[in-house]
């Protein structure tokens, strides 16, 4: 089995187009958007739908070869693998796999989701459920000839599956998966815990441990300002009224020699001035 390649660097950019792209503008305005403020990836949201259509899709890719920039896309929110109703554990697959092959099409390397809630469940019980679930969608998606990766996400609330234990779980059961690490979501899940290069060292040691597929090298993120309280996540914030340690966060990554691919979640308001504050924390890490 051939994986996606492995990132030769951190590659940081934001999720959605530039905000001063035109809103209704195509996704190869979005990349140029992006390469003209010096950013190096781009998250695309299908979250509510697959708004990108085939033919648009080759010249993303076209465009993303010639430039050499690395291309994810968020996929549904309307996702729960572990679902009592077994005809939405049905539909989330399949939203899963269509967006799965758009972003391929647009030469993308990951698909990002929330597998599931964990519900009236033991939390062990729905991490087999999303492992059987997940294997079912990577044999279709390799029928189908797509191999990307499947990227459930570090979520930010306690109610919802995606603990790093979990994923490191689901990433040791199912070849196409590696985990999305949202640092903000950890910080938010944990009422604000997790926000010290310490503790970050910690999970990327475990994650570096527990699975074997180089997964430093491979690494997707998110990141945010972000609001929380005892149930979790509220709401992303601007990065400077936030309390996340973001300049610990650059040190921590660059201590563990991480590559891939850092997508930044501001609030629309503040997107440019988060994207290049995590730009040059990065640099001056
Ligand atoms: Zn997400």
Redesign the pocket.
């Known amino acids: 089995m051939q994986y996606p390649q492995e990132f030769a660097k951190l590659y940081i950019g934001p999720s959605g187009r530039p905000v001063d792209c035109a809103p209704a503008g195509r996704t190869t305005g979005a990349i140029e958007g992006c390469l003209g403020h010096g950013w190096g990836t781009m998250e695309i949201s299908f979250t509510k739908n697959i708004y990108i259509k085939e033919r648009e899709a080759q010249e993303v890719a076209a465009l993303r070869d010639e430039k050499a920039f690395p291309l994810s896309c968020?996929g549904s929110y309307f996702i729960n693998l572990a679902s009592e109703e077994p005809a939405k554990v049905a539909q989330s697959k399949t939203r899963i796999i269509q967006g799965a092959r758009r972003i391929q099409q647009c030469g993308g390397h990951s698909i990002?989701f929330?597998s599931a809630f964990y519900g009236k469940l033991d939390p062990a019980a729905v991490t087999q459920l999303v492992i059987r679930e997940l294997g079912e969608i990577q044999d279709q998606m390799r029928e189908l000839g797509i191999d990307i990766w499947l990227r459930p996400?570090l979520t930010g609330k306690p109610t919802q599956h995606g603990t790093p234990e979990e994923l490191v779980e689901l990433a040791n059961a199912v070849e196409m998966v590696l985990p999305c690490i949202?640092w903000s979501h950890m910080h938010a899940r944990n009422n604000g815990s997790w926000n010290s290069y310490d503790e970050w060292c910690r999970l990327l040691e475990l994650l570096g441990k527990g699975i074997d597929k180089n997964v430093l090298q491979r690494m997707h993120m998110?990141v945010s300002g972000i609001e929380y309280g005892a149930a979790g996540e509220k709401k992303h914030i601007p990065l400077p009224q936030s309390d996340l340690n973001y300049r610990e966060l650059m040190k921590a990554l660059k201590a563990f020699d991480v590559r891939g691919t850092l997508i930044v979640e501001a609030p629309d308001e503040n997107q440019i001035e988060d994207v290049n504050l995590f730009i040059e924390a990065w640099e001056s890490a």
């Open positions: 968020h990002v929330h996400e949202d998110h």
